[in-house]
């Protein structure tokens, strides 16, 4: 669990001012979030590490430039988020049937998406491949809170307390934002002849 956002920034306000003690304390409260986030968009273990590397290194080099405006969490997030996504662009990656998330452990884990009967076969296994690919389409195309909000919850699994406190929010936010999120993904798939 994250401490207060209070105390977050506290942290990022000493390392803008070149504590290196400090800066640890944020890397340690946020290595396992960024870790997960570079997976989840490269879904390959080294690119994940260079991502997350790659999302400290700009933290530290910009840690003056964070000024309130969001939690320090939500801050993290979105550097991370867009640093994976410039990894991607730079890269041409490979659609793949699962979701990779590192456990409690800090092992890298392959979450299989479940093969429903009968999709064994090549024309059921490229609709299912079409079909991955599109909610992957999707979630990409959500606003920022709701993409957030998905990916925490249902891609990387916190709890709604986790959430919750990783984004300074009420549990009764978390999951209405969550539900909205979730009728704004089901709405584009539906759209796309996907459900």
Request: one cysteine or more.
């Amino acid at each position: 669990m994250l401490p207060d956002n209070e105390i977050l920034a506290g942290l990022m306000q000493q390392a803008a001012h070149g504590n290196e003690a400090a800066f640890s304390d944020i890397v340690r409260h946020f290595e396992k979030i960024v870790y997960n986030i570079a997976m989840q968009a490269t879904r390959n273990r080294e690119d994940a590490l260079d991502v997350s590397q790659e999302v400290f290194m700009k933290l530290w080099r910009t840690a003056g430039t964070y000024r309130g405006e969001c939690s320090v969490a939500s801050w993290v997030i979105r550097i991370a988020r867009n640093t994976a996504l410039d990894a991607l662009r730079r890269r041409s990656s490979h659609q793949a049937d699962s979701l990779t998330l590192e456990d409690e452990d800090g092992k890298a884990t392959e979450r299989a998406i479940p093969v429903l009967d009968g999709e064994n076969d090549p024309v059921s296994s490229y609709e299912r491949k079409e079909r991955i690919a599109a909610v992957r389409r999707a979630i990409s195309e959500l606003c920022d809170e709701h993409r957030e909000i998905i990916l925490l919850r249902d891609i990387q699994g916190l709890s709604y307390a986790e959430i919750a406190g990783l984004l300074g929010l009420e549990e009764g936010t978390v999951k209405s934002r969550i539900h909205r999120a979730r009728n704004c993904l089901k709405e584009k798939l539906t759209a796309w002849n996907i459900f």
